[in-house]
């Protein structure tokens, strides 16, 4: 009997948070073979290297110096690679893996040998702001500003085990915390590349007692859009480009008095790569735009699964759920 041969995928760093909700979410394929390392070879230089290059695509859910390094052993082999680190999202050599970027961005990726996983911030961020600085709605020298709010699963392990200690206490904080105020972010370059922006903008990040969901708001003061933009050209805007899109939606146009306390939940896409996208009108001319997802989903381990089928040539959303809870 003819044996297929499946294509061989192999986590490096399948442990890690990212990691492990691949695996969780590639569990039940049978169009892929998942290539594992018993537990005692993980760590081991030479089984990862033989591993990764007998794989026809590796995905790398390392830290960066860890990531840099599995790059250079794959340069002259037939080793396809998608890295969740940050250490080559603005390599000019590694393709952007954000499908939704512009039109030609899924070839890209399926003809690409190396692809960049996105940030989960610089995602919602530029998915909410490059079709609007395409149609002339928002200049690209506009000093943007974020406020945004994740889970403490974005964060990693170390994240994780100290939101989780009950000593510390938490998980029952009232309020969110901001955190790296004083740092240059590791999201802002690819924010400025590929949102197509000239200037940083000014990014606050903060936390929430939740493990996972995300929500990035962007306001955009009446000043910095062009003569004629309002909330109904933008909307219109974002639901134009996303037409079509399976894990991309817009929502209607937010109407005055239909906001309250439950309209911008950050847990409302967890467990689906889905990324909602809302524009909320203010009297004074101000907009406010909000994407939602999962910071493990569309922000991390769903984007890689949805990277990981186009670069397989199989259907785009195999194996990944799409609506919300």
């Given at each position: 009997?003819?044996r297929?041969?499946?294509?061989k995928?192999?986590i490096?760093?399948?442990?890690?948070?990212?990691?492990l909700?691949?695996?969780?979410?590639?569990?039940?394929?049978?169009d892929?073979?998942?290539?594992?390392l018993?537990?005692?070879?993980?760590?081991?230089?030479?089984?990862?290297?033989?591993?990764?290059l007998?794989s026809?695509?590796?995905?790398?859910?390392?830290?960066?110096?860890?990531a840099?390094?599995?790059?250079?052993?794959?340069?002259?082999?037939?080793?396809?690679?998608?890295d969740?680190?940050?250490?080559?999202?603005?390599a000019d050599?590694?393709?952007?893996?954000?499908?939704?970027?512009?039109?030609?961005?899924?070839d890209?990726?399926?003809?690409a040998?190396?692809v960049?996983?996105?940030?989960?911030?610089?995602s919602?961020?530029?998915?909410l702001?490059?079709?609007?600085?395409?149609?002339?709605?928002v200049?690209?020298?506009?000093?943007?500003?974020?406020?945004?709010?994740?889970?403490?699963?974005g964060?990693?392990?170390?994240l994780?085990?100290?939101?989780?200690?009950?000593?510390?206490g938490?998980?029952?904080?009232?309020?969110?915390?901001?955190?790296a105020?004083?740092?240059?972010?590791?999201?802002?370059?690819?924010?400025?590349?590929?949102?197509?922006?000239?200037?940083d903008?000014?990014?606050?990040?903060a936390?929430?007692p939740f493990?996972?969901?995300?929500?990035?708001e962007?306001p955009?003061?009446?000043?910095?859009?062009?003569?004629?933009?309002?909330?109904?050209?933008?909307?219109?805007?974002?639901?134009k480009?996303?037409?079509?899109?399976?894990?991309?939606?817009?929502?209607?146009?937010?109407?005055?008095?239909?906001v309250?306390?439950w309209?911008?939940?950050?847990?409302?896409?967890?467990?689906?790569?889905?990324?909602?996208?809302?524009?909320?009108?203010?009297?004074?001319?101000?907009?406010?735009?909000?994407?939602?997802?999962?910071?493990?989903?569309?922000?991390?381990?769903?984007?890689a699964?949805?990277?990981?089928?186009?670069m397989l040539?199989l259907?785009?959303?195999?194996?990944?759920p799409?609506?919300?809870?």
């Amino acid at each position: 009997m003819l044996r297929i041969m499946l294509p061989k995928v192999y986590i490096d760093g399948h442990v890690g948070t990212t990691g492990l909700r691949i695996r969780d979410w590639m569990a039940d394929r049978k169009d892929v073979e998942l290539v594992t390392l018993p537990d005692d070879l993980r760590k081991d230089s030479d089984a990862r290297r033989g591993t990764i290059l007998e794989s026809d695509i590796a995905v790398l859910c390392l830290p960066d110096d860890a990531a840099k390094e599995v790059a250079s052993w794959t340069e002259d082999s037939h080793t396809r690679l998608i890295d969740a680190s940050t250490a080559h999202r603005v390599a000019d050599d590694w393709v952007y893996g954000l499908p939704e970027l512009h039109a030609g961005q899924r070839d890209s990726i399926i003809q690409a040998k190396n692809v960049s996983n996105p940030g989960c911030y610089p995602s919602a961020f530029i998915l909410l702001t490059r079709p609007l600085i395409e149609a002339g709605l928002v200049s690209e020298d506009a000093p943007f500003s974020i406020h945004a709010l994740s889970g403490y699963s974005g964060g990693g392990r170390s994240l994780i085990e100290k939101w989780e200690d009950p000593d510390i206490g938490l998980e029952s904080l009232p309020f969110e915390a901001p955190y790296a105020l004083d740092k240059m972010h590791k999201h802002i370059p690819e924010m400025v590349k590929y949102a197509s922006i000239s200037s940083d903008p000014q990014f606050v990040p903060a936390v929430g007692p939740f493990r996972c969901g995300m929500r990035v708001e962007v306001p955009i003061h009446a000043s910095l859009l062009s003569q004629g933009a309002d909330g109904e050209k933008v909307w219109e805007t974002l639901n134009k480009n996303y037409d079509g899109e399976t894990f991309v939606k817009v929502a209607p146009l937010a109407e005055a008095g239909t906001v309250d306390e439950w309209s911008f939940d950050p847990q409302s896409c967890n467990d689906t790569n889905l990324m909602e996208l809302h524009v909320v009108p203010h009297p004074s001319g101000h907009l406010l735009l909000v994407a939602l997802l999962d910071n493990l989903g569309k922000g991390a381990s769903g984007a890689a699964i949805q990277n990981l089928n186009l670069m397989l040539g199989l259907s785009e959303n195999m194996g990944l759920p799409e609506g919300r809870n």
